[in-house]
């Protein structure tokens, strides 16, 4: 993970996506009629609002401590969700192919060579005026 050092501007934007977020966490919770979650809600959210707006330097230890848990959380979900694509999809495709004897690199003849020969087009003006 390359050193974290954001500017200005970035711990600006930093803290308005927390306070909108903790604004709407906090929404949820008084949606649901939990006042006293959604008072430190709106009290979290208000503190990142004033503090990305007029002193953004504060959020930065807030920031890199947030970027660093979201690393770790990429690098976990990537290889979830490849375990769950090659488990649920190539593994039971490759399964169905053996089973129904597909072959579709045509690898089981005895053959010099599995060049396949391509078939022979005759090329006019036509076919390179509208190629694709």
């Known amino acids: ?5 954001p500017g200005k501007k970035t711990l600006k934007k930093f803290g308005v996506t927390m306070g909108i977020a903790f604004l709407v966490i906090s929404g949820l ?5 939990k006042h006293t979650v959604a008072v430190y809600g709106l009290a979290v959210s208000c503190a990142f609002f004033i503090t990305g707006s007029l ?3 504060l959020l930065k230890p807030v920031y890199i401590i947030w ?4 690393f770790i ?3 976990i979900n990537t290889r979830i969700i490849l375990i769950v694509i090659f488990y649920l ?3 039971p ?3 169905l192919m053996r089973l129904l004897r597909i072959d579709p690199l045509k690898r089981r003849g005895k053959c010099a060579t599995y060049w ?6 005759d090329f006019n003006i036509s076919n390179y005026e509208r190629r694709f």
């Open 93 to 95: 495709v490759g399964l």
């Open 1 to 5: 993970m390359e050193r974290l050092d």
């Open 29 to 33: 919770f008084l949606f649901r009629q």
């Open 73 to 75: 959380l990429g690098w």
């Open 116 to 121: 396949e020969e391509k078939e022979k087009i």
């Open 55 to 57: 002193l953004p330097a």
């Open 89 to 91: 999809v190539f593994t």
């Open 67 to 70: 970027m660093r848990f979201a």
